[in-house]
Each structure stands twice: as structure tokens, then as C-alpha cells.
């Protein structure tokens, strides 16, 4: 059984930072792509980034460019998701998801998902 379990959220202030984790296990997830995605009330969910397992491939939605950086621990099975420069736009339930192609950037190819962490950035 695949399970993605986010944590790290929490309230930050306008230009702060704060990094989000995401610890999976039940799998072999050396294959897949980690993305993390973030939905803010009343809108889409919307995607942030991805990282390959191998560390190679990373990128990125234009609007976090730049501000965020995923990484992964191989031997932890964990994904973090360093945000700086927040803004109140940010704000939003981050969640992290596995997918089994690189490029995946919409959340229908995404099979597997965490249940969320709440990121929350006061102006």
C-alpha cells in the first residue's frame, strides 16, 4: 500500500520561508516522478514542481521559479519542498504525489497522493 504523508506546514509571513516534507513508503518509488501540487479555496489544484528519484530532473510552474526548490533523500524516501520568498498568494493545501512519467504536470497523472499540509503566508 503506497502512502505519501506531508508535514511541515504551518503560518510564515510575507517574504519568509519554509519547507515541506514528504515521507513515502510501501513502494518502489525510484521510477517515479514526486510532484507537489497546491490548492488554494474555491480554485484548481494547481502544480508546483516535480523531482525525478534520480535527483536529475526538476522543474518547475513559472510562478514558483526561482522562489522554490524540490529536493529528495533517496535513502529516506523523502521529497522536501524548500519555499522562500513566500508570498500570500502561496498560501494553499500543499500536497505531494507520485507519478510514472517524467514531465507529469497535471494532477490526472498522478497516481498516488498524500493528504495534505496547510501552508498559510499573513501579508
Known amino acids: 500500500q503506497v502512502q505519501l504523508v506531508e508535514s511541515g506546514g504551518g503560518l510564515v509571513q510575507t517574504g519568509g520561508s519554509l519547507r515541506v516534507s514528504c515521507a513515502a513508503s510501501?513502494?518502489?518509488?525510484?521510477?517515479?516522478?514526486m510532484g507537489w501540487f497546491r490548492q488554494a479555496p474555491g480554485k484548481e489544484r494547481e502544480f508546483v514542481g516535480a523531482v525525478g528519484w534520480n535527483g536529475l530532473l526538476t522543474y518547475y510552474a513559472d510562478s514558483v521559479k526561482g522562489r522554490f526548490t524540490i529536493s529528495g533523500d533517496n535513502a529516506k524516501n523523502t521529497v522536501y519542498l524548500q519555499m522562500n520568498s513566500l508570498k500570500p498568494e502561496d498560501s494553499g493545501l500543499y500536497y505531494c504525489?507520485?507519478?510514472?512519467?517524467?514531465?507529469?504536470?497535471?494532477?490526472?497523472?498522478?497516481?498516488?497522493w498524500g493528504q495534505g499540509t496547510q501552508v498559510t503566508v499573513s501579508s
Open positions: 510501501g513502494g518502489t518509488f525510484q521510477n517515479y516522478v
Open positions: 504525489a507520485a507519478a510514472n512519467k517524467a514531465g507529469s504536470r497535471t494532477p490526472k497523472e498522478y497516481d498516488y
